[in-house]
């Protein structure tokens, strides 16, 4: 008989405690293990029993979420789903969930609580379910739609209209579930002269924007929101803006950015698939691929692509993962060339990117 995920719901609201207890209970694979008021109680709860995800408020008494996020991801890693209404408003709150450790966030409203979390019956299932396969680790300190593909946004490379050779590589990134982090990792780890970074990351439009200023803080180049027209310049990474897919274009010698609408490609926007499709089309072997921890298979075919136009390709290892699904898909696939922990692969792009290499054989 398969074991049951067990579930611990933090939250100082009665009716959100019993409202979320009834619709986890409600599937056979999930069972409550224990409901607590504030972070205090649910400490208490589980020096008795560990359990397999949490569900987590922000604005609680004695301790608030965010601060109970940090202490358990540094001390006993679990996997965290956030419910809270502050992150619907403040993008700050949801960029700081998400950089603490938190594996989802569910944005509750203020009002009619119990009939939003009716109506989510089957998405709070489902995030309860993923979160409960993320691999957590201790932190340093510091809705399903039609699944389409890239064709919808962009044709395949068939006629692509890269250079041969160019004196400058650009860095594709497409990353998803625990991407705050490890995007965090990665681009700190880039020098002034690093190569042009361009990254699609699965978040909503209100928090791209409050993402790439809180990297490029930390950062010692330069992170911003792409906007359509910016170039891609060394010592730069630009973040693909929520809820639209983000493409690279041609322009003589140097690259620049794309904006568009349309569906969602492989049931995201932006989505990894179509960015790494543009790159395959116009930069070809002057380009790296790197598909790092998220859910899902967005960016396999799209690495896949680059890969046959002779852009080198790394995929995140599974051991570093929170969860590995986008760069397990895209090995599976034949799309990677060379699977490294996060610590190291920004030493390898760098690698690549200095190197004059030759065309793959």
């Not at 301790?63 to 993008?91: N, W, Y």
């Not at 791209?208 to 490029?216: D, P, Q, S």
Request: hydrophobic share 45%.
């Amino acid at each position: 008989m398969q074991k049951k995920i067990r579930v611990l719901i933090v939250d100082d609201s009665a009716v959100v405690r019993q409202c979320l207890s009834d619709i986890i209970n409600s599937d056979p694979n999930l069972e409550v293990m224990a409901a607590a008021v504030d972070p205090f109680i649910a400490a208490e709860k589980m020096r008795h029993e560990r359990p397999d995800v949490i569900v987590l408020d922000v604005e609680m008494p004695r301790m608030d979420g965010l601060t109970f996020l940090r202490k358990l991801m540094a001390q006993h890693p679990i996997p965290v789903v956030i419910c809270s209404s502050l992150v619907a408003e403040k993008s700050a709150t949801y960029i700081e969930a998400m950089a603490a450790g938190a594996v989802d966030v569910i944005c509750k409203p203020q009002m009619a609580v119990k009939s939003f979390l009716n109506d989510s019956h089957r998405t709070i299932i489902e995030t309860v379910k993923a979160a409960s396969k993320a691999r957590v680790f201790a932190h340093r300190p510091h809705k399903v739609e039609s699944k389409h593909s890239a064709d919808v946004i962009l044709a395949p490379p068939a006629n692509a209209t890269a250079m041969t050779q160019t004196t400058e590589k650009i860095v594709a990134v497409g990353i998803s579930t625990g991407g705050p982090e490890a995007l965090r990792i990665f681009l700190e780890a880039m020098p002034p002269d690093s190569p042009a970074i361009v990254v699609v990351q699965h978040m909503p439009a209100a928090f791209t924007r409050a993402f790439a200023e809180r990297l490029n803080t930390s950062c010692a180049i330069t992170v911003s929101e792409a906007k359509r027209g910016d170039r891609l310049l060394r010592g730069h990474a630009l973040i693909a803006p929520g809820n639209q897919h983000l493409l690279v274009q041609r322009s003589g010698a140097t690259y620049q950015i794309d904006i568009k609408d349309g569906p969602p490609v492989s049931r995201h926007r932006p989505s990894v698939d179509v960015l790494f499709r543009s790159v395959a089309r116009v930069a070809g072997r002057n380009a790296i691929g790197v598909i790092m921890t998220g859910m899902g298979d967005d960016g396999a075919r799209g690495l896949k692509e680059m890969r046959a136009a002779n852009a080198y390709t790394f995929g995140q290892d599974e051991a570093s993962c929170v969860v590995y699904g986008m760069p397990k898909e895209a090995k599976i696939i034949g799309a990677v060339d060379e699977e490294l922990p996060l610590e190291r692969l920004a030493g390898a792009v760098l690698r690549i990117s200095r190197s004059d290499r030759a065309a793959k054989d």
